[in-house]
DNA sequence: AAAGACTCTACCCGAAAGGATAGGATTGCC
DNA sequence: GGCAATCCTATCCTTTCGGGTAGAGTCTTT
């Protein structure tokens, strides 16, 4: 019925996924455990359909979901995942990403969702679609951001960026406005929660 | 075979490994999405093993692992999770569980793990057991850090929990001391990583 | 060309955090 | 009793943060 690919680091909701797809009547579901091996498995033959995960060794980001996209082109490439943030799916939706399978979703609405996606659909969960532009965080406060959750001073940071502290100190300001977040703790946090870093 | 439960907010995670369990041949796996309801379901009739996730809606920390373990006395109670600090660990296995299955774990080693605490032994990677009492966090500074995971600042701390602001200063070095943290900010994503709030 | 972003830098200030040192209080344990 | 660990408080000092305001450069879009 359809060639699918679930390609998850951890084993046990890996090959429970694929089995329960395969389970549910879909010809070929491969599984992978990270991204170089579901490249290498899509070089041998694109898949109808690939499922990601977003935590999973070799996605750095969002650009191995890239290279997943444009190796399946013209398929759909989905993520899987626990939580992600509606900066993280915008951006996914942007380069190219078919939808997102949150693990929170039930078996059946599985199935709906992988059927959809594989008539072209884009299945995503309102709370991920439904948001404007406003409070994304721009380049330079992201990096300072990386440099708080790796707890740098604001010192460290600008030497490590090339920047001057005064600077940092502003991207720090106007970052933590952005998130809500009281110090620079609690944007670290908040990062870590929403996943932004 | 043997009666099963599988607790776990991620209806995708508790679905699928419940079928996984039962095209195995256990005979009764049920699935729960909280510890309200495991309780519920333990109380109508005790289960010769239950596998419940860490990071689930009413577990509180290990609060919730502790009353299913009493409830579901004296048969087993494991955790599953992605990842567990070797603190929780140690905390979990004094309190009586039966061991740990990672979401890393195969399929084929979920069975053996199964059947090795189905029949009463504690199965448990090295990884988690291996540990001295060494640098762990006292009563105080665990609260201190949760304020700061908060985001609180030290003297909002002071206030929250009745203690001096110096005394907040003083449990802060102490503790990022013993995290090997270089500072507040350091010791809240150290404590996130390693799940200790 | 103008508007709007993101960007970088500077100066100022008060508040917060970090570090060192020291003393006393409370436990539980040998 | 002595000992160790934990806990609470204190004083002193330096560094870092957080916040405000202001000016100017780049780039893209309109």
Redesign the interface.
Known sequence: MARILVAD?????R???A??LE?EGFQEVLSAADVDHALGLVAKAPFDLILADYDMPGMDGLAGLARLIAANRPHPVALIS?AISPEVAAQALEIGAAGF???????RN?VAAVKAMLAGEVFAPMSLIQRGPEGLLSGRELDVLRG??????NKEIARDIGLQEVTVKLHVKTMSRKLV?????????IA?DRKLV
Not at 148 to 153: E, M, N, T, V
Request: proline share 3%; net charge positive.
């Open positions: 680091d951890h084993a046990l909701v090959e429970t996924i089995a329960y389970a626990g399978v949150p693990k929170t979703l039930g078996s599985l708080i959750c790796a707890g740098k001073s977040a009281k110090n620079r703790t609690h944007a670290a946090m870590r």
